[in-house]
């Protein structure tokens, strides 16, 4: 503990401040308060156990109309009921709305920033998720959920202090003049919280709920929540809002065509299991757009005659052709046409063309206006293609189509692969989705046994997990459980949970119940991990525009910037474990 820190919430345990916030929320959402939020005719009881508190307490009080505007209030004084009460009557008069939603935050400890570190402003808030800000004293405070609002930590950990001052300036005084001269004192204080509604009193963790309860049903209701994200996200001309950052309500300028076609596919993968009409139209109609907007960029190599290419920008990809092929098949069996078979066996003849006499996927990134083909390799292109072709196969019984994909999974591993120990190899989730389907084809020892090797690297570098080999104390915090990488990140975990689903699916055949029961579970863990970064109701009381952002994955604990292929990857990963 730092020195000096200091403590509020000796002598209370969590069901103390469960108590508190029950009696918050009763407060706020009594049917018998009116809408202006008039105080009831009689105070409700205060816990009686708490009310001879006398130490010294800080607490602050969000409150939300659901709609984009909320209001935050604080007070530190003596005795948890004055201090309550006094936030309280601070956030009804400032809120001038009728709340729907609430958070309690209760201060548990706060630690002084030093002198140096805040005239250097770099690494101050190194984690801006779970840590509040105060400058000069602890009343001029903000939460850690505005320091995503607003991006008020920069890339550095540095507080940015022309957005704190265009933001919060009527709040934080001052806030004007640290553009010019760094405050002298400074603290980082951590909270505990709920969330309240009328219904419902939950604990949270940087926001999102301590405990996700998750099953089946959660499953597929979160999947659709994000597909509807993304049909959401799609313009009039078929395109998507690429980029969309919920917390400052910007859209970027940017696209990867790669991640268009990826992203139409997982809608098409959610519509092909959603029965009611309603989400079902919506997300029929924004693939329907997608796809024309796919197609549009589909078009003859020059450089290869009799061959088709999807152009990004002047580029074609490997992992271009293979994605829309994937897509575009799911699209076929949804409106066929001879037309969109053309296309999708010309993609296809693109990547057989450009594979050499070993197996290898040759060119991966080729210029179309030169011809030169680029010495970029990706990691991914090559299992993108294999499914693309498995895919096509499906639909095309052209043993051309087959033939290739095995003999480009036979390359990655006997070549790519090879000898590489479990931590050197890649998690490739695409490879993992074509072996499934490879070895359905070719059922090959080879393919079955490097399946088992990549799903072994794959359970070893999660956090928490049962097989992981990450050293003692990896995690820094609980909600790192089930995630890849230090800190994790919401799409690496959801690859990884596509790839083994898609291992699962093929060693439930092959395999032995111990293995697959490893896979299930490594794969829970990992679904649960990516819903704690999904854009869900405890979140949008900060957001200036919550229904927009309502289903989208956000890149990880620290970042409230929603990417199409975030929000595609954690639609697939649990849309396979539904279909489980």
Request: glycine content about 8%.
């Amino acid at each position: 503990m730092a020195e000096n820190t200091i403590q509020f919430c000796e002598g209370f345990v969590r069901e103390h401040l469960k108590l508190l916030a029950t009696w918050l929320q009763s407060e706020l959402f009594d049917a018998r308060q009116n809408a202006l939020m008039m105080a009831p005719a009689q105070p409700l009881a205060f816990p009686a156990g708490l009310r001879a508190d006398r130490q010294l307490r800080g607490v602050f009080i969000t409150l939300s109309d659901g709609a984009g505007q909320y209001v935050v209030a604080n007070a530190l004084s003596i005795g948890i009921e004055a201090t309550m009460r006094t936030a309280l009557e601070k956030a009804k008069t400032a809120a001038g709305f009728s709340p729907v939603r609430a958070k309690f935050d209760m201060l548990v400890e706060a630690m002084p920033i030093r002198g140096e570190v805040l005239r250097k402003n770099k690494r101050v808030v190194v984690e801006p998720s779970l840590l509040g800000v105060a400058l000069g004293d602890l009343n001029n405070a903000w939460l850690p959920e505005e320091n995503l609002r607003y991006r008020l930590i920069r890339k550095d950990f540095g507080i940015d202090y022309p957005v704190l001052a265009e933001h919060l300036s009527e709040r934080i005084a001052n806030a004007r003049d640290y553009e010019k001269a760094a405050p002298k004192k400074g603290w980082l204080f951590t909270t505990s919280a709920f969330a309240l509604t009328s219904g419902e009193v939950v604990p949270l963790v940087r926001g999102h709920r301590e405990t996700i309860p998750f099953n089946e049903r959660i499953a597929k209701e979160r999947a659709l929540a994000g597909a509807q994200y993304l049909a959401r996200s799609v313009r009039d001309n078929g395109a998507y809002v690429y980029m969309y950052q919920s917390g400052p309500n910007r859209e970027p300028d940017d696209y990867n065509m790669v991640r268009h076609a990826g992203t139409t596919w997982s809608m098409l993968d959610m519509l092909a299991s959603e029965t009611r009409s309603e989400p079902a139209a919506l997300l029929l109609a924004a693939i329907h757009r997608a796809v024309a907007y796919l197609r549009k960029h589909i078009e003859p190599d020059p450089w290869r005659p009799g061959t088709l290419i999807m152009n990004e920008f002047g580029t074609a990809k490997l992992g271009g052709n293979g994605l829309a092929i994937v897509a575009l098949v799911d699209y076929y069996r949804l409106a066929p046409s001879e037309e969109l078979l053309a296309d999708i066996r010309g993609l296809a003849q693109w990547i057989v063309n450009t594979q050499n006499e070993s197996g290898q996927f040759s060119v991966h990134k080729l210029d179309l206006a030169s011809g030169e083909a680029s010495s970029f390799l990706s990691d991914y292109y090559p299992g993108e293609a294999i499914l693309g072709l498995m895919r096509l196969y499906g639909i095309d019984a052209n043993p051309l189509w087959k033939n290739a994909a095995a003999a480009g999974a036979r390359w990655l591993i006997n070549v790519r692969d090879n000898g590489k120990s479990l931590g050197e190899l890649e998690h490739d989730h695409w490879l993992l989705y074509g072996l499934n389907e490879v070895y359905r084809e070719f059922p090959e020892p080879l393919f079955l046994a490097h399946t088992r090797k990549l799903v072994q690297a794959i359970l070893q570098a999660q956090h928490g997990g049962a097989h992981s080999t990450l050293p003692e104390g990896s995690m820094r915090v609980a909600d790192w459980q089930g995630g890849w990488y230090s800190p994790p990140r919401t799409t690496p975990a959801a690859c990884r949970v596509e790839g083994l689903m898609a291992a699962a699916t093929l060693l439930k055949e092959h395999g032995e119940p111990a293995e697959v029961g490893a896979i299930l579970a490594a794969a829970e863990a990992g679904l649960k991990f990516q819903l704690q970064n999904q854009i869900w109701h405890e979140k949008e009381m900060y957001l200036a525009d919550p229904a927009r952002a309502h289903g989208g994955f956000h890149s990880n604990l620290n970042n409230w910037h929603i990417r199409i292929d975030y929000v595609q990857h954690s639609i697939s990963a649990l849309m396979a474990y539904a279909r489980w």
